[in-house]
Every structure is written in structure tokens, then in C-alpha cells.
């Protein structure tokens, strides 16, 4: 069913439980991780003109090198990987790629904000789902600070 399989990662630990979804989906289907990463230098577009703008891209592909080797590092080593890092705006640059590289599936994470959240911050995730040719599954991922008031809630409830 599934023979490409795009994973886009901010580098973040939260993104760990989309590539364990992943993961799990290619070792059913047999098929191939594309860990992505976007750099999205528009948001640095106002800095002065002092600024080594060039010392800025180089820095955020850094982080994006780093981003997709711990996409690598994760992987059970009978799932094949592929990585990349591109440029441009997150959503846009993560439906093109799906598209270019005959992904058949986008599984992201989602920080599940509402309301004024969503409102005001965005987000990549929902754009991505409106505008993909390809089916995207998009799963829940916690912050630290989510998972410590859940565990703090559930010994409360336990007690």
C-alpha cells in the first residue's frame, strides 16, 4: 500500500512519535522513509543588512543536517532511509516534495493547539493536510511540559 513514506522533522524529541509511526508503516509495507527537513530562512529576512546572512543559512542547514541524521540514528536498520534538506516555506516545500519524490503518504506530528493558538501561530501540519495530493496522517506529539502535567494529573487521579 505504502511504498514512500515523507517524514518532515523540526529536529525536535517531539517529532520522535511520528517517526515511530513511520517506522512501524514501512516495516509492515516494506517501504522507504523520506526524512525532510525545511529551512524557513523567511523569517530572517529582517535583519540588518550587517548580518552575515550567509553565516544564518549555513547555521540553519546545519541544524537541518542534524535534524535528518537523527531521523537515520532512529531507524530500525531494516527500514531504508532517505533524507533531505530543503528551502522555502514548511507546508509548501513539504506537498512539493511529497509530490516530487512519489511519496505515497506524509506522517507529521501535530501539537493539537486550538483556538487563538492555531489562530495566531499557524500551523504547518494543517496547511500540509489542505493542500497535499497525498494522504497525511498526522499524530498527536506532546511537549515536555504536556507529558509532566498528564503524569502529574494521572497520579492525582490515581491517589
Given amino acids: 500500500m505504502y511504498d514512500r513514506i515523507l517524514v518532515p522533522t523540526d529536529g525536535s524529541p517531539e517529532v520522535e ?11 509492515t509495507h516494506d517501504a522507504t522513509v523520506r526524512g525532510l527537513y525545511v529551512v524557513n530562512a523567511a523569517g530572517y529576512g529582517g535583519l540588518p543588512m550587517e548580518t552575515a546572512w550567509e553565516g544564518i543559512t549555513d547555521a540553519l542547514h546545519a541544524d537541518g543536517q542534524t535534524a535528518v541524521e537523527r531521523v537515520e540514528d532512529l531507524a530500525p536498520p531494516d527500514v531504508s532511509i532517505e533524507t533531505t534538506v ?7 516545500a513539504i ?41 497525511v496522517l498526522t499524530v498527536r506529539v506532546e511537549t515536555e511540559t504536556e507529558v509532566t502535567t498528564q503524569d502529574a494529573s494521572s497520579r492525582v487521579a490515581i491517589e
Avoid: K, W
Wanted: proline share 3%; aromatic share 4%.
Fill in 95 to 135: 506537498v512539493d516534495e511529497a509530490d516530487a519524490a512519489n511519496c505515497d503518504l506524509i506522517v507529521m506530528g501535530t501539537h493539537g493547539r486550538g483556538g487563538i493558538d492555531r489562530l495566531l501561530l499557524g500551523s504547518v501540519t494543517e496547511r500540509v493536510v489542505r493542500c497535499s495530493t497525498v494522504p
Fill in 86 to 92: 530543503l528551502e522555502g516555506s514548511p507546508s509548501r
Fill in 17 to 27: 512519535g511520528a517517526l515511530e509511526y513511520a517506522f512501524e508503516l514501512a516495516q
